[in-house]
Structures are given as structure tokens and as C-alpha cells.
């Protein structure tokens, strides 16, 4: 069974990067046909999707987001991170990643981040 966990500051400052990282257990990023996904629900409003990286490297982006939003991965470690730039209050949310495949889906518990000075 293919399990998340979001780790990272769950307080940023205005204009700083958000930095968060998703590992991965049960399987491995690198498996073909695999994509992990960031997916964020502010307070009160729907799911947004903001990006994936797919299992051979390939970068997917939300184009209202695309300019401030990156997705890489360490594949020694198995696990996937997100940076969002130049943050504001907007950004506050519940950020969750998400493992998906012709076979699974799954998604981490999420973790809450605050935009605040």
C-alpha cells in the first residue's frame, strides 16, 4: 500500500517561499505510469490543483500558478517537494500530495500552512 506524508513549516511569511516535502512508502516515485501531485484547499473554498512530476521527471503546472510553483524530486529518498514563491495570505491552505497510477491513488494527511508576519 502506497502511503504520503507532507512535512514543512507550517508558518510562512509574506513573500518568502513555501517549501514542503512528500515521502513516499510502499512504492517508489520512479514507477512507471506513477504521478504526484500537490493539491491545496483553502479555508473555506474548494481543492485546487497546483502541479505534479511525473515518474520519468515531467513537470505538470496549474498555469495560475505556474510562475511561482516547482516540483522536483530525490529519488534516492523517494519522496517529491513542492516550493511555492512569493507567498501571500491567498496561499494559506491545507496542502495535500497525492500518488496516483493505473493501479492506486492516494493522498497524505495534509498539513496547514499559515501565511502570517
Known amino acids: 500500500q502506497v502511503q504520503l506524508q507532507e512535512s514543512g513549516p507550517g508558518l510562512v511569511k509574506p513573500s518568502q517561499t513555501l517549501s514542503l516535502t512528500c515521502t513516499v512508502s510502499g512504492g517508489s516515485i520512479t514507477t512507471s505510469g506513477y504521478y504526484w501531485s500537490w493539491i491545496r484547499q483553502p479555508p473555506g473554498k474548494g481543492l485546487e490543483w497546483m502541479g505534479a512530476?511525473?515518474?520519468?521527471?515531467?513537470?505538470y503546472y496549474s498555469p495560475s500558478l505556474k510562475s511561482r510553483t516547482s516540483i522536483s524530486r530525490d529519488t534516492s529518498k523517494n519522496r517529491f517537494t513542492l516550493q511555492l514563491s512569493s507567498v501571500t495570505p491567498e496561499d494559506a491552505a491545507v496542502y495535500y500530495c497525492?500518488?496516483?497510477?493505473?493501479?492506486?491513488?492516494?493522498w497524505g494527511q495534509g498539513t496547514q500552512v499559515t501565511v502570517s508576519s
Open positions: 512530476i511525473a515518474y520519468e521527471g515531467s513537470n
Open positions: 497525492v500518488g496516483h497510477g493505473p493501479d492506486f491513488g492516494s
